[in-house]
């Protein structure tokens, strides 16, 4: 599913995050909006996710403004995956179940063996409360039961800014599945190069509440943007 | 009923030396309580010794329409005051708090009064409004807790919710374990009086029947009346007070409103 938006305006109170904000994310990509602390990579995905309303502007889902599109019917095509993992209480089993059993379905047993072994979590896992799981194992559960639901997009808000390199890459691994092997439109925010660079199609760099450079990972790795230059020299948080 | 010590009103004026005795430990210690424990000591004395007068001359009229005067009285200064006491209020809020405290309370005050006790009259202000007094203030002081809880549940658990809405759940749904936080919180000081009860605790109303002569085992049985109309009415109240509130929680787009996080 193809996302744009379009003159986007979003603010808290008086404090305005973004403004006359233009972007257009490809269907079946992996796409990474990156920028410092407040430039409101946040709340675009909370603006996508129809977690929150955009004071003006409109985002549409493949040509079909949000106007037009109830919360419930855009969040059945956008699944949403926060900074910090959001398991509920109950097990993982409870967990992966619980959007399936709104929609009154049940997980397959053969179905859950395969989206474990994808993730590399053991099958008796499923029995484990939330809290009896590693941060990544958890940002992986949650993942998978976003997944489960078949949302045609799915956003990732700092995914791995928890975690340690090696249980980021594992979570990376993972996000970057969700085009190669599920063909999904994947908009991941993050404040780590790095990260962009190992997984995006599409690099979104914004700066101040607004697109100032996107490209491929090639493009923007040899930009000479001064405002990224400094953003990648770490100075600015 | 046997015979028990009046109290003067000079016996009264003594006993006011223990509060201070309060003040002067608030003082020495710099406790910054001392304005509030004047200022209480008065308002108790006053409000008690005015609505001592009021029971009396009301207890003599004997009209339907004084008792139930005292009941809208109480219900709504209840209200208020639990109100006062919130900090979460996701809209209609007082209107929430006093539907809550009317159907909360009305019912286990009608069982108890027209099934169990059969006063007759069906207004009788001698068992009306002493036992309703106590039924109320203890809701008053559930709702305020659970409503507390319900707000700082919310801001804490924030993404949790949101996280469900995005899996598709209703809004009621998203809500449901702090809708459960909130109600137990609420239940949780109801549910500790009657463990300790008889026990640890002699309740006022016991004590009180006590001393007025009345034989234990008869003080016990209205004692244990009265707690059972106070749990349920605590449970009813906040079970219809989560569900009222909860809609206001939300905004058209079945967003949290954002005002209710900060």
Known sequence: ?237 | MSDYIVISNTSVLISLGLMLIVAIIGLINKLGITRSVIIGTIRSFAQLTIMGYILGWIFDMQRWYFTVLMLIIMIAFATYDSYKRIDFRPGKTFFCCLSAMLVGNALPLAFMFYMVLQITPWYDPQYVIPISAMVISNTMTAISICLNTFGSELRLRRYEVEAKLSLGASKSLALEAIRKSAMKAGLIPTINALMVLGIVKLPGMMTGQILGGVAPIESVKYQLLIMYMISSAAAISLFLLVYLVERGVFNHRDQIRYELLK
């Open chain 1, 1 to 237: 599913m193809k996302i744009r938006c379009e003159k986007l305006e979003a603010a808290y109170g008086k404090n305005t995050v973004l403004s006359d904000f233009d972007v257009s994310f490809p269907a079946d990509s992996v796409n990474t909006v990156i920028g410092p602390s407040g430039s409101g990579k946040s709340t675009l995905l909370r603006l996508i996710a129809a977690l929150e309303n955009p004071r003006d502007g409109s985002i549409y889902y493949d040509d079909r403004p949000h106007t037009e599109l109830h919360p419930r019917e855009i969040r059945d095509k956008v699944g949403m995956i926060f900074q910090k993992p959001t398991l509920f209480e109950g097990t993982v089993y409870d967990n992966l179940n619980f959007g399936l059993k709104i929609r009154k379905k049940m997980l397959e047993p053969e179905e859950i063996t395969k989206v474990l072994k994808n993730v590399d979590i053991p099958l008796e896992y499923l029995d484990k409360t939330g809290d009896e799981l590693s941060i990544g194992e958890q940002q992986r559960i949650c993942i998978i039961r976003s997944l489960l639901l078949d949302p045609e997009a799915i956003l990732l808000d700092e995914p791995v800014s928890a975690l340690d390199p090696q249980r980021a890459n594992r979570v990376l691994k993972l996000i970057r599945s969700l085009k190669t092997d599920y063909k999904k439109t994947v908009i991941m925010v993050s404040h780590n190069m790095n990260d962009a660079l190992k997984i995006s199609d599409r690099i979104f760099f914004i700066w101040q509440g607004n697109i100032l450079l996107e490209g491929s990972p090639e493009t923007i790795k040899e930009s000479d943007n001064e405002v990224l230059r400094k953003f990648m020299a770490g100075e600015y948080e």
